[in-house]
C-alpha cells in the first residue's frame, strides 16, 4: 500500500502570491492533518479534517485555509506569502478521531520557499 | 506552541552503544509518539505508547511513559549508522469538538559515529 503522498515536492515562491499543497492519505484513512515545520524546530499543527470537516485549527492567520475531498485527500491553500510561510509543510494521515489512540502517519512534505 | 521538550538537544554516541533521549510535556494527553526525521524530510512513525501503558518495546526501540512526571523517554539500543535522525516526541489530545492534534517538541539530533 501507498503511504501518505505529498505534492510537490519543492516550491518556489513569491511574497504575496498564493500556493495550493496537495495530499493523498493512505488507503482507508479518514483524517488528514496539516503541520508546518520552520527550520530548527518541531512541527506545528495547522489543521485537521475528517470526514470532510474541519475538525480543529491550530494558531495560524486566516490567510491559510484547506479542504478534504469526498476521496478524502487534502489541499492546503496559503494566500498573500510572507517571508515567514517558508517552510516543510506536512501532512499527516490517521485511521479514526475521537474515538481511539491511533497512529499518524506522515508524508515526506512539501518544501516551500518564499523569495 | 510546543508542548514537549527533548532533551538532549543534541547527541553524538558510538555506534554499538546505547542512545536515550527523553521528553517532557504540561497538559494531559491521550497518547504520545516518537518520530524519527531524516535530513529535513518527512517524519517516520516509531512507536505509540498510550496514557494508560508504562512501558513499549518495538524491535531496538524502548520507550517509557511517566504520566505522574509529564515525561517519557525513548531508548535505542545497539544503535547504527543509520540511526543518525532529528527524533521528536508528540503527545496526542483529543478536545470535546472531535479534534485531534499531535503537539511536538524541538527534537533530539542524534549523531552515531561509526
Known amino acids: 500500500d501507498a503511504g501518505v503522498t505529498q505534492s510537490p515536492t519543492h516550491l518556489i515562491k513569491t511574497r504575496g502570491q498564493q500556493v495550493t499543497l496537495r495530499c493523498s492519505p493512505i488507503?482507508?484513512?479518514?483524517?488528514v492533518s496539516w503541520y508546518q515545520q520552520v527550520l530548527g524546530q518541531g512541527p506545528q499543527f495547522i489543521f485537521q479534517y475528517y470526514e470532510k470537516e474541519e475538525r480543529g485549527r491550530g494558531n495560524f492567520p486566516d490567510r491559510f485555509s484547506a479542504r478534504q475531498f469526498p476521496n478524502y485527500s487534502s489541499e492546503l491553500n496559503v494566500n498573500a506569502l510572507l517571508l515567514g510561510d517558508s517552510a516543510l509543510y506536512l501532512c499527516a494521515s490517521s485511521l479514526y478521531t475521537g474515538v481511539r489512540n491511533t497512529e499518524a502517519f506522515f508524508g515526506q512534505g512539501t518544501r516551500l520557499t518564499v523569495v | 506552541s510546543q508542548q514537549g521538550e527533548e532533551d538532549p538537544q543534541a547527541l553524538s554516541i558510538q555506534e554499538g552503544e546505547n542512545a536515550t533521549m527523553n521528553c517532557s510535556y504540561k497538559t494531559s494527553i491521550n497518547n504520545l509518539q516518537w518520530y524519527r526525521q531524516n535530513s529535513g524530510r518527512g517524519l517516520v512513525h516509531l512507536i505509540l505508547i498510550r496514557s494508560n501503558e508504562r512501558e513499549k518495546h518495538s524491535g531496538r526501540l524502548r520507550v517509557t511513559l511517566d504520566t505522574s512526571k509529564k515525561s517519557s523517554s525513548l531508548l535505542i539500543t545497539a544503535s547504527r549508522a543509520a540511526d543518525t535522525a532529528s527524533y521528536f516526541c508528540?503527545?496526542?489530545?483529543?478536545?470535546?469538538?472531535?479534534?485531534?492534534?499531535?503537539?511536538f517538541g524541538k527534537g533530539t539530533k542524534l549523531s552515531v559515529i561509526p
Open positions: 508528540a503527545t496526542g489530545a483529543y478536545s470535546g469538538a472531535g479534534s485531534y492534534q499531535l503537539t
Open positions: 488507503s482507508g484513512h479518514k483524517s
